[in-house]
């Protein structure tokens, strides 16, 4: 069965120091890969998508870049952060079906 | 923006019927209707999702009206494990899945 995992599941960073978050999945291959972000007490921000190795689109412009260096791995950075990036991030995968799957999120807080 | 209309939040008493409604009166003939849920803290939870037919898994029902303007998930027996926020989306099937938006949500509490 598929998995996905996230680390670090909670992460507090100084405001301009950088960030690095990785998502891997296992179990499947050539997977769609998504990045979303939470604010508190709000819907899902799709943040980028990727579906291939080397390739991400990104949906908002921000202070965050994504890379997906191998076929399951996706990972999210930002050289310095902001306050307004504190969030819970969340990756997800999907096949050509329909449903995506997420994983178990990470939560930032940038002080 | 988000495609769809749900109530901000409900109740529902431990044992009964969970049924939430969601509007999405702009729906596409290729959009399909999908189901998360989010319970506190956690990553949200794919439920089930539908075209046109009604649809059954081992979590819920999915009853989606006859023009597909509307919809109701069913929790057939509500459990106090089940208070989550639950997300109705509309979406088409692509390789991409830039469109997957999801708005706030239902906010059901089950209650002892």
């Known amino acids: 069965s598929q998995t996905i995992h996230q680390w670090p599941a909670t992460l507090v960073q100084p405001v301009g120091s950088p960030l690095s978050l990785e998502c891997t999945v296992e179990?499947?291959?050539?997977?769609?890969l998504y990045w979303y972000r939470q604010a508190a007490g709000r819907g899902l921000q799709l943040l980028f998508y990727?579906?291939?190795?080397?390739?991400i689109s990104s949906e908002v412009p921000q202070n965050l870049s994504a890379s997906r260096p191998q076929d399951r791995q996706f990972i999210l950075s930002s050289k310095k952060l902001l306050l307004s990036d504190s969030g819970f991030y969340l990756c997800?995968?999907?096949?050509?079906?329909?449903?995506?799957?997420f994983g178990p999120g990470t939560r930032l807080t940038v002080t | 923006d988000a495609k769809t209309t749900q109530p901000p939040s409900m109740d529902c008493a431990e044992g009964r019927a969970a049924n939430l409604p969601c509007n999405h009166s702009?729906?596409?003939?290729?959009?399909?209707v999908y189901w998360y849920r989010q319970i506190h803290s956690q990553g949200p939870q794919y439920i089930i999702h539908?075209?046109?037919n009604n649809e059954t898994n081992e979590m819920a029902s999915l009853i989606i009206t006859e023009d597909r303007k509307s919809s109701t998930l069913i929790l057939p027996h509500a459990t106090l494990r089940d208070t989550a926020v639950y997300y109705c989306?509309?979406?088409?099937?692509?390789?991409?899945?830039?469109?997957?938006?999801f708005g706030p949500g239902t906010r059901l509490s089950v209650l002892p």
């Open positions: 997800a995968w999907s096949l050509q079906d329909y449903e995506q799957y």
């Open positions: 179990g499947t291959s050539n997977p769609n």
């Open positions: 990727s579906v291939g190795i080397g390739q």
């Open positions: 702009t729906i596409s003939g290729n959009e399909y």
């Open positions: 539908g075209l046109k």
């Open positions: 989306i509309v979406r088409a099937p692509d390789n991409y899945g830039q469109n997957f938006v």
